[in-house]
């Protein structure tokens, strides 16, 4: 087989989650990169594996708004956020950082 012969699937995450642990577990990786793009693209793959529209309505928004908030050039409100995770049925933890950034913010 040519190189050229050889097709190759685009992979969608969202596929990939099918359990409520799945989706916690890959929320909390995705978090802790410290980075908000990927994080909200990370909740638009959680919330697409469960169901926008499902998570539209349980959320209190219509599934379009829930589309335009999620989008990669979005800047969603916190609350709207909040609500989209809690439709999914989890919350935000506060935990420590790491010893080493703490000592930068505190003096320890």
């Not at 926008?52 to 349980?58: D, F, G, L």
Request: aromatic share 4%; charged share 30%.
């Amino acid at each position: 087989m040519k190189k050229s012969d050889a097709e190759v699937s685009d992979l969608d995450v969202a596929d990939l989650l099918k359990t409520e642990e799945d989706v916690k577990l890959f929320l909390e990786e995705a978090l802790a990169e410290n980075d908000p793009v990927l994080w909200q693209h990370a909740i638009g793959d959680a919330a697409r594996s469960i169901g926008m529209a499902k998570i539209a309505e349980s959320a209190g928004l219509n599934r379009e708004s829930l589309y335009k908030a999620l989008r990669e050039d979005a800047h969603p409100r916190f609350d709207t956020i909040m609500r989209v995770l809690n439709a999914m049925g989890l919350k935000l933890c506060i935990t420590p950082c790491a010893v080493a950034e703490k000592k930068a913010m505190y003096k320890v």
